[in-house]
């Protein structure tokens, strides 16, 4: 593949090596991904290609979805529908960047705190703007809330 090959092209490579290779959780779970992108792009007045952050955004909330699922499932008592959901969060994790721990999450919040100079609760949306383009894709928007207000409760 060229440097100039993005996501999308990447996520459709990976699929035909699957397809391939008889894998079926991955090329299962990458046609899903590649649906779901198309989706997106074709959402709205005007169809258009995705740029990478874009696809990103779309991988992260199937990844979402899939770990939500789990745990209703595991809930459930349905283990095996889990275990499917956990293989296929696997695969899309393998085109996520890497999550942010909780302490390197703290972090980013109360260097985010400080820089707007925010002294209370109400002041947690002034903080989200201007951390969520710094984690972008790193963690999820319930733990970068949850970063916050541990910062704004210091």
Known sequence: MTEQTTLKDRL???????????DKVRSATLRMALT?????E???TQARVLADEEVLKVLAKEAKKRREAAEAYV???RQELAD???AELVVLEGYLPAQLDDAA????????????????????????KVLQ???????EGGRIAAAVKRALSV
Do not use: C, F, N, Y
Request: charged share 20%; no cysteine.
């Open 12 to 22: 459709q490579h990976d699929l035909h090596d699957a397809i391939r290779a008889q």
């Open 36 to 40: 779901a992108v198309s989706t997106e």
């Open 42 to 44: 074709v959402a709205g």
């Open 75 to 77: 809930g459930a008592g």
């Open 84 to 86: 499917q959901e956990q």
């Open 105 to 128: 999450l703290d972090e980013l919040a109360t260097a985010a705190v400080a820089e707007v100079k925010a002294s209370s609760m109400a002041q947690m949306g002034q903080v989200m």
């Open 133 to 139: 383009p710094r984690v972008a894709g790193r963690a």
